[in-house]
């Protein structure tokens, strides 16, 4: 017999933007949304398109250019929201309206200042005005891990007699334990009476570190929708994590009742795309797409797995897009061995042209370190799409830097401004400070840095560094990446990276103050 299906909702580019600094341009969304497509993600939620401007275009573009998966756009529970929401989804190809308000009493009475009448009312109403622009309705009560059970059923009946086809019970602060969680999922799917009309969905944050526990506890009393996000990124502690709930479902089929889709082998691939373009690092240790989810350091283990895989891992590496084929890159190999590779690590190349661009990048650090692993060709490719996807008005032509005991460190740095060279140099507390300061000699963008980090790629002295670095300057965050073998140099780039974007009209506002659930 076979299993119901599990419909895999990402918001990644709506509530995972939703990161302190995780915001995102319209065309990098777009390359998002297209890497969730191929991998077969059943509901893309793009966006919310009232929050901005920047916002409203990156959903209409993931609307128009994705085909193969429902596009869904948020909205609260009022006119405006959802008709600015049916305006950017009108060219879709399948289009989902989702829309909310908030039905715990703490919200009703603090943030909407709403009766629970009140709140019935208006789920009514923007119902019935979202199905006006599409017969795919989704409605989430917020809070509704903190509400009133009776009221909820109330809700919930109302919603689905109003047209809604998709009934969300969103976990909005991580506050519920998973038998709590799921017995409020089934309790609502045996007590409404027309639940058998809608599919019931989970979305879980992660305050508690259970957003994953709760959403299969929801799957395991009935719900069939999971909204999740790739790296579990989102609000505060995130959001369920797409790759470990489907890893979850595949693994474990002799006790979960429903399958899923996708195409897993493109989890390592989004994972890392998505780790790129916001700045968020995956931690080593991270469930499925992390540096170490499949390497061995005890000897025991190592001896275990070499004899039978299985008996320390309960999934293959090639089953989320970890190559299994051990030829290491170096500097003699060719366009075709590096063109090939890509396509076995599921990496995108748009043209001819930036195929050659890549390769170039390619052959420079294959100069610098002997052997070029996976791992570097996805942060040389990431970094390298990061700096096309806009123009820069700030280019690094060199750095120098200088540390010696008992001596201050010193950096002198060269940049080329609007065809210009302008040069500084400046002391600091360690040579990526006295970087920095000199860089901002020039630049003065008076922006404060949120974030410095340092992360290897590889093993060994002469790993890739990756650098993620995050500035904010009246009101606005920008995230910038760069990767050298020389940390003080993947500093700068990461740096100028973050500076261009401050200064790229394209960069959107951070979103967060426009929603909640």
Do not use: W
């Not at 109330?154 to 506050?175: M, Q, W």
């Not at 399958?259 to 700045?279: E, H, K, P, W, Y």
């Not at 170039?360 to 650090?365: A, E, Q, S, V």
């Not at 920095?436 to 410095?452: C, P, T």
């Amino acid at each position: 017999m076979s299993k119901e299906k599990l419909i895999i909702f990402d918001t990644t580019l709506r509530d995972g933007e939703q990161s302190p600094g995780a915001s995102m341009t319209a065309e990098e969304k777009l390359r998002i949304a297209k890497a969730l497509e191929k991998m077969k993600v059943d509901i893309i939620e793009a966006g919310f398109p009232i929050s901005s401007e920047g916002d409203f275009l990156g959903v209409q573009g993931i609307a128009r250019a994705v085909k193969d998966s429902v596009v869904c756009g948020l909205a609260r529970a009022g006119e405006l929201d959802i008709k600015r929401a049916g305006e950017a989804l009108k060219d879709a190809n399948a289009s989902r309206i989702h829309t909310f308000i908030a039905t715990s009493p703490l919200h009703m009475r603090e943030k909407l200042q709403m009766s629970p009448e009140q709140v019935l009312e208006q789920a009514i109403k923007a119902v019935k005005l979202a199905r006006n622009f599409t017969d795919d309705v989704e409605f989430s009560p917020e809070d509704a891990g903190r509400s009133d059970l009776d009221f909820l059923c109330r809700v919930i009946e109302a919603a689905i007699k109003a047209g809604a086809t998709t009934i969300n019970i969103p976990d909005t602060v991580g506050y519920n334990l998973p038998q709590q969680y799921g017995e409020t999922i089934r309790q609502l799917i045996e007590r409404v009476p027309n639940s058998d009309k809608a599919i019931f969905s989970t979305h879980c944050h992660n305050d508690l570190g259970m957003a994953v526990a709760n959403s299969l506890a929801g799957v395991m009393n009935g719900a069939r929708q999971v909204e999740c996000s790739i790296n579990g990124l989102g609000e505060r502690a995130g959001n369920a994590a797409l790759e470990e709930i489907v890893m979850a479902v595949r693994t474990r089929q002799d006790m979960v009742p429903v399958n899923v889709d996708l195409d897993t082998t493109q989890i390592m691939t989004c994972s890392r795309l998505v780790a790129g373009i916001t700045g968020f690092a995956v931690q080593p240790n991270k469930a499925i797409v992390g540096a170490n989810a499949f390497a061995h350091e005890s000897g025991i283990h190592q001896d275990g797995v070499l004899k039978s895989r299985e008996t320390y891992e309960i999934m293959r590496a090639e089953d989320v897009g970890l190559s299994s084929n051990k030829i290491v890159l170096g500097k003699l190999s060719g366009r075709s061995a590096f063109k090939d590779r890509l396509e076995t690590l599921n990496i995108s190349i748009d043209s001819e042209e930036e195929l050659n661009k890549a390769f170039r990048r390619f052959k420079d650090l294959a100069d610098k370190k002997s052997k070029i692993f996976d791992e570097d060709i996805h942060a040389l490719v990431s970094d390298f799409k990061m700096e096309e996807s806009f123009a820069e008005a700030i280019k690094l032509i060199s750095v120098k830097a200088c540390s010696e005991t008992g001596e201050i460190p010193q950096a002198s740095i060269t940049l080329l401004i609007d065809e210009e060279e302008q040069s500084a140099s400046s002391d600091g507390g360690g040579l990526v400070d006295a970087t920095f300061k000199a860089i901002e000699k020039i630049v003065s963008s008076d922006a404060d840095l949120q974030l410095y980090a340092v992360s290897n790629v590889t093993k060994g002295t002469d790993s890739l560094g990756e650098v993620a670095v995050r500035l904010e300057k009246a009101g606005r965050i920008v995230n910038g990446q760069g990767s050298d073998t020389d940390i003080v140099l993947a500093s700068a780039k990461a740096y100028i990276n973050a500076l261009n974007r401050l200064l790229n009209p394209g960069e959107r506002i951070h979103p967060q103050t426009y929603s909640g659930i």
